[in-house]
């Protein structure tokens, strides 16, 4: 059974920086695009970042130049460095993952991302 863990979440002070994991298990064979989602409270998930097996990532306008998505492939892990965080980044960050190559994996809406078959369970964000 695919299961998606996430970990690393908890506060931190406006413009400071903070990394986030999802580790990865379960699979027959490795996801071909991992991704990053945040949900903040009243608001729909949204994409964040996303990279896929031929190492392409794809990041949503209001994080690029300010997150960066790694994956370590010897331990499944997928990782979100954030920079420069801002109030606004608070909310619950969800690792979703698809065996599928060539989507657009961070596409949702109306808060339901079409794209992603496995999601983790999620870890909480708070800039203040």
């Known amino acids: 059974q695919v299961q998606l863990v996430e970990s690393g979440g908890g506060s931190v002070q406006a413009g400071g920086s903070l990394r986030i994991s999802c580790e ?26 996303s990279l896929d097996s031929d190492g392409v990532e794809a990041y949503a306008p209001f994080v690029k130049g300010r997150f960066s998505i790694s994956k370590d492939s010897a331990t499944s892990t997928l990782y979100l460095q954030m920079h420069s965080l801002k109030p606004e980044d608070s909310g619950m960050y969800f690792c979703g993952a698809s065996p599928d190559l060539g989507r657009n994996i961070l596409y949702c809406t109306g808060g339901t991302c079409p794209e992603v078959y496995y999601w983790g369970q999620g870890t909480q964000v708070t800039v203040s």
């Open 24 to 49: 990865a298990s379960g699979y027959t064979l490795s996801p071909n695009c991992m991704g990053w989602f945040r949900q903040a409270p009243g608001k729909d998930r949204t994409g964040v970042a």
